[in-house]
């Protein structure tokens, strides 16, 4: 999988957000990341772990406070203007998390699918039409419903539409936000084969962000965990989900429901105790340190790196239980 070229990479991306007296608060904090053409990374972790602003940093949808971010080899401004919006707009893309907030309420499916195409093309009006007719028979939606307005249709249908929206510009790189989250379960399966379906015949390359741990084993070829606005594991995802190695992955992946309910109901209860900590002026120290069932003296005062396993150069692991 890897033996495709790096698509996007970030390096040592940091996003903070200033606070009164100058404490900040540490969403995105030095975050390294490769993603290969083609290929689809998952990115898994508690609320408040810092995915989503990972992922709007990563496509500049917000700005940088320091770190990089290249799209095929290219340095991405720090802070974009209008004129990188509409160039990155034709490569770079997002589907929101809730599909009843990312849809504007006054406007027609039509105009929602149609309107980055109508901003960076100069198609005759029956053109556009025609294409958003056809995007919207691509995501399993009848072309009758351009005329329609958001709030006449289901979660599952307004999430269908935000992907027609995000994918009619044909971009390569399109970033998942907790694009299931909102969905029920049997719809949850339709939208993620969707995806898997339009990744094939596109060759998109997918950050697929969601707290389904075995949703996004299924679908992603690598697995990244993040915690406290940082990286604690990367891998390939069957890997990460059987063997974690990180023990906050560990206790992450063994919390997962089994599907079996007679398996769930007899086995033994595995939670993190403790609530994560404020993202706020964060100290030395592994950020797990306060609820790891291993942690010694080393993980309070040092920050563990994020370092390839002996042995295993395509995992990454940040814990000095590995160094």
């Known amino acids: 999988m890897t033996a495709s070229p790096p698509l996007v990479v970030s390096e040592n991306l940091t996003k903070f957000f200033p606070l009164p007296k100058g404490r900040k608060v540490h969403a995105v904090d030095g975050v390294d990341l490769t993603i290969h053409e083609r290929e689809i990374v998952g990115l898994v972790g508690e609320s408040g772990s810092g995915k989503t602003t990972f992922g709007k940093t990563l496509i500049g949808l917000l700005a940088k406070t320091s770190g990089t971010v290249t799209y095929r080899g290219k340095t991405l401004p720090q802070q974009y203007e209008?004129?990188?919006?509409?160039?990155?707009?034709?490569?770079?893309?997002?589907?929101?998390?809730?599909?009843?907030?990312?849809?504007n309420p006054r406007m027609t499916v039509g105009e929602i699918v149609g309107e980055g195409?109508?901003?960076?093309?100069?198609?005759?009006?029956?053109?556009?039409?025609?294409?958003?007719?056809?995007?919207?028979?691509?995501?399993?939606?009848?072309?009758?419903?351009?005329?329609?307005?958001?709030?006449?249709?289901?979660?599952?249908?307004?999430?269908?539409?935000?992907?027609a929206r995000a994918l009619i510009l044909e971009p390569e790189f399109v970033?998942?936000?907790?694009?299931?989250?909102?969905?029920?379960?049997?719809?949850?399966?339709?939208?993620?084969?969707?995806?898997?379906?339009?990744?094939?015949?596109?060759?998109?390359t997918l950050l697929f962000i969601a707290h389904d741990l075995s949703m996004v084993r299924y679908i992603s070829d690598r697995m990244a965990v993040m915690y406290l606005g940082a990286m604690a594991e990367i891998g390939p995802a069957q890997d990460v989900f059987?063997?974690?190695?990180?023990?906050?992955?560990?206790?992450?992946?063994?919390?997962?429901?089994?599907?079996?309910?007679?398996?769930?109901?007899?086995?033994?209860?595995?939670?993190?105790?403790?609530?994560?900590?404020?993202?706020?002026?964060?100290?030395?120290?592994?950020?797990?340190?306060?609820?790891?069932?291993?942690?010694?003296?080393?993980?309070?005062?040092?920050?563990?790196?994020?370092?390839?396993?002996?042995?295993q150069p395509d995992r990454q692991v940040a814990c000095h239980l590995f160094t």
């Open 82 to 103: 209008a004129a990188d919006f509409r160039r990155q707009a034709k490569v770079m893309q997002m589907i929101f998390q809730d599909p009843y907030s990312s849809l």
């Open 117 to 163: 195409l109508k901003l960076h093309s100069d198609l005759s009006a029956s053109d556009l039409r025609d294409r958003v007719a056809s995007w919207l028979s691509r995501v399993g939606l009848e072309p009758d419903y351009m005329s329609r307005y958001p709030h006449e249709f289901s979660g599952g249908q307004r999430q269908r539409i935000g992907i």
């Open 242 to 311: 059987f063997e974690p190695k990180h023990p906050y992955t560990q206790i992450l992946i063994a919390s997962n429901p089994e599907p079996d309910p007679n398996l769930e109901r007899s086995r033994k209860s595995t939670t993190i105790t403790g609530e994560i900590p404020s993202p706020v002026d964060i100290g030395p120290g592994c950020r797990f340190a306060a609820r790891c069932p291993h942690v010694m003296e080393q993980c309070r005062v040092q920050t563990p790196l994020l370092l390839p396993l002996a042995g």
């Open 175 to 204: 970033v998942c936000d907790e694009p299931i989250s909102a969905l029920d379960v049997s719809v949850q399966a339709q939208v993620v084969n969707l995806l898997e379906e339009l990744k094939a015949s596109m060759g998109l």
